[in-house]
Nanobody, 127 residues
């Protein structure tokens, strides 16, 4: 059974940092591009970042560019999202998602492309 599990969420003060992890089971991530998305209360889910299956290419949306860093360790079958300089508006449930790809150097932060989704982890930024 293909499964993605996010972890690392929690409560952090503005300006603080968190690292989210996305672990895969039932399949190996090295053939999948991975995306991170988030959904704040009362808002639609939005894209945050993605990383190609090889790790060569990454994309960040403007809302997190310069503050978040996505990385992957295919040997450990995990993808991480390092989040720095967190703001209250970053409060949301964060989801990782996977899509099988042919081109190892490509990813897109486009929700409709992704096949497999985790259950999400809550990130709350508040003083």
């Amino acid at each position: 059974q293909l499964q993605l599990v996010e972890s690392g969420g929690g409560l952090v003060q503005p300006g603080g940092s968190l690292t989210l992890s996305c672990a895969a089971s039932g399949f190996t991530l090295d053939e999948y591009a991975i995306g991170w998305f988030r959904q704040a209360p009362g808002k639609e889910r939005e894209g945050v970042s993605c990383i190609s299956s090889s790790g060569i290419s990454t994309i960040y949306t403007d809302i997190v560019k310069g503050r978040f860093t996505i990385s992957r360790d295919n040997g450990k079958n995990t993808v991480s999202l390092q989040m720095n300089s967190l703001k209250p508006e970053d409060t949301a449930v964060y989801y990782c998602a996977a899509v099988p790809v042919v081109l190892s150097s490509v990813c897109l932060v486009r929700e409709a492309l992704y096949h497999y989704w985790g259950q999400g982890t809550q990130v709350t930024v508040s003083s």
